[in-house]
């Protein structure tokens, strides 16, 4: 086991009687690239905010490299952050806005330069020196403000919401050169969002976060295929759920609509007779029977949508709905509303939300 | 609209009217020193007398000592009450609008009760004393314009997000303020420091009462005895302050530009 850079441990935020953040704990190993990903109010820019010195924690510790920061001021931590509103300096050029941390911390003016002309190097924009930030672009300005975070070389870097403010072309691009820039530095990160999609592109460990708490942590893959909690599956991708009922806990036999499924291994001392949330992605869907798919049950179509080189096909089974995707091929045309349809899956690919 | 547009016009006009003709009024009897003619003299005079030098630069340094400490007093308390005191701006903003609903002459009074030369904090005791108690009274008299020209500068930029980058990055207290707050409200602080001149420039209750040699005092002292000179310096102190007000205008210019509102 690798020693953690960055621990927060046990650490909880409260404003008077409201808590925000309730007995977080997290280990980041060094040079990995760590989301803080939920819903607005889940507290992942509280911990964040903490980590940089911000907040202060009401309870737990922060250690960095072995030693104590939960106390110090956020000048004294060498941590670099990019907030989502940039926060360049208006009054200073793009290589005065990198060099400000490097004069704060002493460095003399060739080394200062030399540092600032590296750095446009790394975000490409090497043209950009003289240029004021209301001379750029969204997507220039932040990355003027992520090599203004990096160039005094942090131990830890912090991103807010970076990719928030711009536009959906700009973010993909922008993300991409962020993680390809972080592994190349090779510096902790610690990168909060809203958005599943950016969280699970680009991470090497997704905190999810709900309520104040860390809901599960681990590898976009483990998220994504192994939601810990029904909260998870429904955050993170698209998610079909179904009412299921216990028939046989010894034997892990589950009633859909009237289908038996068997989940055994899965039920998590259900009794028969209890009530289960089932889900399934769509993509563990398959439209008729399929081999390699021991589950299936039978509905009837209730919309198709044609998008090009997918189709989005919902089938009403019992009183739940499915939708699943299959790719559109030109020698078959797709299914018409009203038909009678079997889905089938892998009973391994069925979730039991708790 | 144009029917609209032709009273727009019409109400220009007069206003324009009601405040030119006077000022072109004065301006013209200025000019009337030398029977018959028209010339300058009255200025040659009023400007050639060493009392007016005297006091005007005097009112022009009370003026310098008294914006720096405006600048002091007022910067560092709005930029504290936008990051960290929001809930006190209502009350802090009240505050600063007290010089302009007690009388002048109510807070000189004041002074003279509380620093008299047998208070403990004897200022009236000594010129340099009476000088400082000056400039303390024309900063309280400047704060609402000081206050609210900061104020409205901070409000332009992010100065949370702003301080939070600059801390990150290493940076202390006094390297926040003078290295990234001021300079982004240097035009804010420019157009309260004109303001405050303009004040400071024409002020006579304070100015008299203290018995200081300012230029407001020897306003009214040439008014009370000359004719044609006080039109004349009546002129003189409305260029003063227009020529601050432009100063003001062109400085704007250079302000330094938001992102988000490049114009």
């Avoid at chain 2, 144009?2 to 006077?22: M, Q």
Wanted: hydrophobic share 45%; aromatic share 10%.
């Amino acid at each position: 086991m690798v020693e953690p850079f960055l621990s927060i441990q046990h650490v909880r935020k409260s404003y008077g009687t409201n808590t925000v953040v309730q007995d977080f704990s997290l280990d980041v190993e060094p040079g990995e690239f760590v989301s803080f990903l939920g819903p607005s109010g889940c507290g992942k820019t509280t911990v964040l905010r903490m980590v940089a010195g911000f907040e202060e924690p009401s309870a737990g510790k922060i250690v960095v490299a072995g030693k104590d920061i939960t106390r110090l001021k956020p000048n004294q931590r060498n941590v670099g952050m990019v907030f989502q509103a940039y926060a360049l300096f208006p009054n200073l050029t793009v290589a005065q806005n990198i060099a400000f941390g490097l004069k704060v911390g002493g460095m003399n003016k060739p080394d200062a330069d030399r540092r600032v002309a590296e750095m446009l190097e790394i975000i490409k924009l090497p043209q950009m020196a003289e240029r004021y930030p209301y001379q750029l672009s969204g997507g220039q300005q932040q990355r003027i403000a992520l090599a203004r975070a990096i160039a005094p070389k942090p131990k830890l870097l912090l991103l807010d919401e970076p990719l928030s403010a711009l536009d959906a072309k700009v973010r993909v691009s922008l993300r991409e050169e962020i993680r390809s820039i972080q592994k190349k530095l090779d510096i902790t990160t610690i990168f909060v969002t809203h958005d599943q999609e950016e969280a699970l592109s680009i991470s090497d460990r997704i905190a999810v976060m709900y309520g104040g708490k860390a809901e599960q942590v681990g590898t976009p893959f483990e998220i994504y295929n192994r939601p810990a909690t029904k909260f998870v599956a429904n955050f993170v991708g698209t998610l079909n759920v179904l009412e299921g009922t216990v028939t046989d806990a010894a034997a892990g036999t589950v009633r859909v609509n009237s289908e038996q499924v068997s989940l055994k291994g899965k039920l998590n001392g259900s009794k028969s007779g209890d009530t289960l949330t089932l889900a399934l992605r769509p993509e563990a869907i398959s439209l008729g029977r399929q081999p390699g798919r021991d589950s299936s049950l039978s509905g009837e179509i209730s919309e198709v949508h044609f998008l090009g080189s997918v189709i989005r096909v919902r089938v009403g089974i019992g009183g739940n709905t499915v939708s699943l995707d299959t790719f559109n091929s030109p020698a078959t045309p797709p299914p018409a509303v009203g038909e009678k349809a079997e889905i089938s899956f892998s009973s391994d690919d069925m979730l039991v939300l708790h | 609209m144009k029917s609209g547009k032709f009273w727009a016009w019409v109400v220009f006009a007069l206003s324009a009217a009601y405040f030119f003709i006077p000022l072109l009024a004065t301006f013209e009897f200025s000019l009337r020193l030398r029977r018959g003619v028209h010339s300058f003299d009255a200025y040659q005079i009023v400007l050639g007398d060493p009392r007016f030098q005297a006091t005007f630069m005097y009112s022009v340094i009370a003026a310098i000592f008294t914006i720096i400490l405006g600048v002091l007093v007022v910067v560092p308390a709005a930029y504290w009450i936008r990051l960290r005191l929001p809930q006190l701006r209502p009350i802090v903003e009240f505050i600063t609008l007290l010089p302009l609903v007690i009388p002048a002459i109510v807070i000189v009074f004041g002074y003279i009760r509380m620093y008299g030369s047998n208070s403990p904090l004897p200022f009236l005791a000594s010129d340099l004393g009476a000088s400082s108690l000056l400039v303390i009274g024309y900063a309280t008299l400047s704060l609402p314009y000081m206050y609210r020209a900061v104020d409205t500068g901070l409000r332009t930029i992010d100065v949370r997000t702003l301080t939070e980058a600059a801390q990150i990055l290493g940076a202390g207290w006094s390297t926040i303020i003078t290295k990234v707050i001021l300079p982004n409200v240097l035009i804010a602080v420019l157009s309260g420091a004109f303001l405050t001149f303009a004040i400071v420039i024409g002020e006579f209750t304070m100015a008299s009462l203290l018995n200081r040699p300012a230029f407001g005092p020897y306003l009214q002292n040439i008014g009370a005895n000359r004719a044609y000179e006080p039109a004349a310096l009546a002129i003189i102190a409305f260029a003063i302050t227009w020529g601050c007000m432009s100063l003001i205008q062109i400085l704007s210019r250079f302000a330094p530009k938001s992102a988000n509102r490049p114009n």
